[in-house]
Structures are given as C-alpha cells and as structure tokens.
C-alpha cells in the first residue's frame, strides 16, 4: 500500500500545482466569486428575518439527522401512497443498479441537479448501457462539453471564463459564437430545447424532501429542472437522505434560507414541488396516471457513507448543510485550489463528504491546505463547524497512515531524533 499510496500523493499533487498555475480557470472563478459576494450581502441585508429562520433551520435540521432511519421509512410509505416509487440505496453501486434498472438502454436521458448524481458516477453507468445523456443546467451543460469536473456545488463550470464557453460552443455549433454572456445562455438554450421534449427519462436531485407527504422540492433560476422533472414519461429522482425533513412545513423554511445564501437572491425563479405522478381525474372522476407530466415517479434516497456520518459526533455536523456553497466562495484555499480541493465536493465541508462518500485517498492530500482561518464557519447560514471537523479528517487519516512523505519523515525524525528537523541531540544543545 506504501508505494501506491505515495504514487497517489504524487499525482494529486501535481493535479493542485496545475490549478494553482492555470490562469484561465482563477479568472473565470474570480470573477464569479466578487458577482456573488455583492449579490449575497445585498440580498442579506433586505431579509433579517433570516437571522432567526437560519437557527430554526439548524433545528429541523439536526432532528432530521437524529431521526433519519425513522425518516427514510416515511418518505418511501408517503411517496408510495401517491403511486410514486421510493427506494432506499445503502452504497453508490446500489444506487448504479436501480438506476441501471430503471434506465435500461438506448433512451434519451435529461438531468438537472446533477450532484448527487455525480457522486455515484451516474452519467458513467447510462453512458456504458448506451443511453444518451444531456445535462441541462448550464453550467453542467458546459462542463459535460468540455469532458472535466465540476468544481462548485451550486456553479459546476464556475472555473470557466466566457472566452472558453464561446470556444466549447463555437465548437458545438461548427461555427463562431461571440463571448457575449446571453448569446451564450441563448446557445444551450436553443440547443436544449428539443431534447428536453424528446426525451424518455428525466433525471434530477433535490434539495429538500418532506417526508409526511413524500414531496420532492426542487429550486432553480434556469428553468431547466422543471422542464426535466416534467416533459419526460418518467422521472428519477437521486438525491441523499440527509436531504429529508419531517415536514413540508420544514421544508418551505429550509426553502426560505437557500437562495440568498446560494445565489444571492431573495427566491429562486422557480420552486417545483412534486408529490407523485403526474394524474388526472377529469374524466367520471378516474384517475389515470401520465396526463401532462410524468407516467412513472422513483425516489432513489442514497445512503453511500452518510449513516456512518452521522454516528459521529463531529462529522455528524457535515449531514446539516444545506448545500448553499456560500463557503467555496468564501474559502482562500477554494479559490486557489477550485475543483481540486476535494473530489465530487469542494472546500472544507466538501473534503468531508468527500472522504464519506468516495474515499479517504481523494482528501489525503488537500486537507492539509486547509489554514483553520474559520471564514467558513463565519459565513455558513448553519453555523457548521467545518474547521473542526476538517481537523478531526487530518488526525484520522494520520492514523490510517495517509501520511504525505514530508509528514512522514518529520514522523521519523520525531521518532528517531527526539524533533522534527531530524538533527542530532547533541549538536540541538
Ligand atoms: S457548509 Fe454551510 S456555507 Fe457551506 S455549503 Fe453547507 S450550508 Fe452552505
């Protein structure tokens, strides 16, 4: 293990120097970064009763967690009884499988809200049973094109400057297209059109789940998610179940903090609630499923890592972020790093959910870029303790030897020297 570790170091390393010296990707993430800040504190200081709503919010959220297996077995019954189907996947290859299942091949398959999605290597899994997959959300969209990462939870292709947009769609097109920002919307936009309604399956996440009546909310700006959780016959839904709470109630509170915090809007364009198939009764009072929207409604809830998240005491903190990103934008080693400060999750809190759900190996060696500087518990709607729990990721994956070969040499100097610098006692005095 020794030597492929260290082979592993090595290559994540160099994969940290190349962001550091890639001066397209730090321009398309700067620019991001100073919209954001000045949409966000405008929005905050228009709405202060989000002060309180973020402490209730922290409240739903750590009894969700608390009462999370009672939770799942509510929301698979609720969505039942609306003759959705709802399913509980314990691993990422559990979750490959009913996808695989529901998907079968050949299909045109449309998504939104890809992260969870991403974290199972979804798009892998339809591509090899040859379906036909597009994603829709622009910046999804964008990266898909360009074969990379994302690198933002909330602005996967936040690392790309409008230059290198207008040359991944010139040559989408086979033709010039200007780096004016709306005729590039106006591209996907066009482009998207016709696959939305063509396709057999849509595949979307979430971003809350009430779990008494098995409604699925999805929040949006673009437009796209409703047209992927709609026109299709069927809809798949992925999304983890620390995404559920017990009521709808909580869950229009949970509604009311994201977009500020995410987007630096009072709402969002556009709130899809989704409880069930899409149904009618309009004809002698018979229901018949599939009017306009989709025939067939499955909720895929993803374990993957997060129960043994949440038998921790510390890292159980990580299960209440609401998935905002608010902290990338704000962390100064997210925005040296971008997308290689983690795997499918970025910054502090994504190399938690990093090392839960795709391994420890892929943090070993970012973790320890992190400076403690604390701007992200400051800045976080819930107050999650990121640093704390990041700190508590270094000291178990020292004990699990993921140890750098400089850390493992002052190891061996403290060991066979008595200090870190491996000089020998008598010339220390
Ligand atoms: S840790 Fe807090 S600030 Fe960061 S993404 Fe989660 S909720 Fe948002």
């Not at 987007?263 to 229901?287: N, Q, R």
Request: glycine share 8%.
């Amino acid at each position: 293990m020794e030597n492929a570790e260290k082979d592993w170091i090595v290559r994540k390393r160099e994969e940290l120097k190349s962001w550091m010296n890639d001066d397209k990707r730090r321009t398309g993430l700067s620019r991001a970064i100073s919209a954001y800040t000045s949409a966000k504190e405008r929005a905050l200081s228009r709405l202060p009763e989000l002060e309180e709503l973020r402490k209730e919010v922290r409240g739903i959220k750590e009894r969700s967690i608390r009462e999370i297996d009672a939770l799942v077995k509510v929301t698979i019954d609720s969505v039942r009884e609306v003759r959705g189907e709802a399913y509980l996947a314990r691993s990422a290859a559990e979750a490959k499988e009913i996808v695989s299942e529901l998907t079968g091949s050949g299909k045109l398959v449309v998504k939104s809200k890809s992260l969870t999605g991403e974290e199972i290597g979804i798009n892998e899994v339809l591509e090899e049973n040859s379906n036909r997959v597009y994603e829709t959300d622009l910046g999804e969209f964008i990266i898909q094109l360009r074969g990379e990462k994302p690198t933002h939870i909330i602005n996967p292709s936040v690392h790309v400057p409008r230059e290198e947009v207008a040359k991944t769609f010139s040559k989408l097109l086979g033709k010039g297209v200007s780096p004016e920002i709306p005729e590039l919307v106006g591209v996907a936009r066009e482009y998207l059109r016709d696959k939305f309604c063509n396709a057999d399956i849509g595949i979307t996440g979430a971003n809350v789940v009430a779990a008494n009546t098995g409604t699925i909310f999805l929040v949006e700006n673009e437009g796209n998610a409703r047209f992927v959780s709609n026109a299709p016959p069927k809809h798949i839904c992925l999304t983890g179940i620390e995404k559920i709470v017990p009521t709808l109630q909580d869950a229009f509170k949970v509604l009311q903090v994201l977009p500020p915090y995410a987007t630096g809007v009072f709402m969002s364009a556009y709130v899809s609630l989704i409880t069930g198939p899409s149904k009618t009764a309009d004809i002698e009072k018979t229901i018949v499923y599939g009017a306009h929207g989709p025939k067939e409604l499955h909720l895929i809830l993803l374990d993957n890592g997060r129960t043994r998240m949440a038998e921790d005491s510390v890292f159980v903190e990580a299960l209440y972020c609401i998935r905002c990103g608010g902290c990338m934008y704000e962390c100064p080693i997210y925005r040296v790093l971008g997308g290689s400060f983690g795997n499918n999750y970025f910054g502090g809190i994504g190399l938690i959910w990093s090392a839960f759900t795709t391994g420890e190996e892929g943090v070993a060696v970012a973790v320890d870029a992190c400076t403690k500087c604390g701007r992200c518990k400051e800045v976080c709607p819930l107050g999650i303790d990121t640093p704390r729990m990041v700190e508590r990721l270094k000291e178990t994956l020292v004990k699990r030897g993921f140890l750098t070969p400089r850390h493992e040499e002052i190891k061996r100097n403290i060991l066979e020297k008595g200090n870190p610098f491996g000089e020998d006692e008598a010339r220390r005095d």
